[in-house]
Each structure stands twice: as C-alpha cells, then as structure tokens.
C-alpha cells in the first residue's frame, strides 16, 4: 500500500508555479522521495527524486522538509502539457519496486 | 533521450488464449520490471527481473505469467491463458541500478474477450 498522502486533485493557471505537496511520515532513512508522471493513459515518466538536500532539475523543484516527513514537487511555469496525474512515491535500498498510490491529478487551466 | 520500446501498442485476444508482450529496455540498462494499469485503477507492479532471474514479484504474477530475456535486447511478459480479467494497459520499464529511476514504456493496451 501506499505510504505517501497526496490531495486527489489540483488545479494551476497557465505560467504559473505548480507546487504539489506530498506527506510521506514513515520514510525511512535511505529512502528516497522520486516523483513521476502520467499523462493520459502514457507510461510514467521520471521527474525528479531527492533524499534530504532540496533538488532542481530541467523540469521541476523537489523541496524536502528538514524532518523528511513531506515534500513539495514545483513546476516553476506550468503550460498546458503539464496535466497529468503525479505521483510521490518512496523507492529505496531493498525496495526495488515502485508503489503507486492515486497521486494527484493535476489539470492546467489557460 | 533513449526510450524504452513496447510492442504492439494494441493486443485483442480471445480469453484462453496465450498472449506475448514484448519489449526493449534501454540499452545499456540491467533491471527489468512489468507493471500494468487496470482502467480507472492504480499503476500496479508485477515483476523484477535481474541477471535473468525474477527478482520480486507480486501476487499478481501467478503461474499464469512468466517472463523472459530472449536475446540481448528483448523483454517479454506471456500470459499463458488469458482471463477477461487481464485486460490492462502492460508497462515495460528498466533501469540502471537497482533503485534508480525507471524509464517506462508506452504501453501495450491488452483487451481480452
């Protein structure tokens, strides 16, 4: 089951900043925060993971609280391809596979 | 950016029947995994693969399935006799190392009859 609570639904003006929060209080020390994607029916897409340190990609901010126990995923100017359904998943040493919850889905108005 | 190939995009089958996904994983990738995505339901996973061997499995991957690395490029799930209840979208997806991050495939949408 999934160990990570996200808000089922979400929605962002165009050019804005996106910021989806994730609550995951029963991370354990060596796992890693990953988030991805779906959009549509597609396959999931990578956007970014973290451990403890704030991260910044060609696509989005991962910003992890000091105590781990949640974590914001930040689309800095949403366009309309960001909708999709994103999911904030715990993947770690010993966990090979990923558990995917409902995530959040998130819908791009113009 | 290298992308993980599934084929076909689409599979109708009548139930009873056997069914091969196929798939090619990154090149240079080494973990193998098989997820599928009921209409409406949650991604769900269903194997690891490793060194030619399952790594984990799901209660899902009955004896129904199996898997195998033919060859040095291909990735396939077969479905032995299929049940209406497989119908799914089928996921491919590989890695680097082992909880590094999965590159997913576009699917393969199985509709059993």
């Known amino acids: 089951d999934a160990k990570t609570t996200q808000p089922p639904s979400m929605d962002c003006a165009e050019g804005r900043a996106a910021n989806l929060p994730c609550n995951h209080s029963?991370?354990?020390?060596?796992?890693?925060v990953y988030w991805y994607r779906q959009i549509h029916s597609q396959g999931p897409q990578y956007i970014i993971h973290?451990?403890?340190n704030n991260e910044t990609n060609e696509m989005a901010s991962l910003i992890i609280t000091e105590d781990r126990k949640s974590s914001t995923l930040i689309l800095p100017h949403a366009t309309l391809r960001d909708t999709a359904v994103y999911y904030c998943i715990f993947h770690g040493f010993g966990n090979e596979k990923l558990t995917f919850g409902t995530g959040t889905r998130l819908t791009i108005i113009p | 950016e290298p992308e993980v190939t599934q084929t076909p995009s689409h599979q109708v089958t009548q139930m009873g029947q056997e069914v091969i996904l196929r798939c090619v994983p990154i090149s240079n990738h080494l973990y193998f995994y098989w997820y599928r995505q009921i209409l409406g339901q949650k991604v769900e996973f269903l194997v690891s693969f490793y060194n030619n061997e399952i790594s984990e499995k799901s209660e899902i991957f009955d004896d129904q399935f199996s898997v195998e690395r033919p060859d040095g490029s291909n990735f396939t799930l077969k479905i032995r006799s299929t049940k209406l209840e497989d119908s799914a979208m089928y996921f491919c997806?590989?890695?680097?190392?082992?909880?590094?991050?999965?590159?997913f495939g576009s699917g393969t949408q199985l509709s059993v009859l």
């Open positions: 973290g451990l403890k």
């Open positions: 029963t991370i354990s020390g060596n796992e890693y």
């Open positions: 997806a590989s890695s680097s190392r082992p909880n590094e991050k999965l590159f």
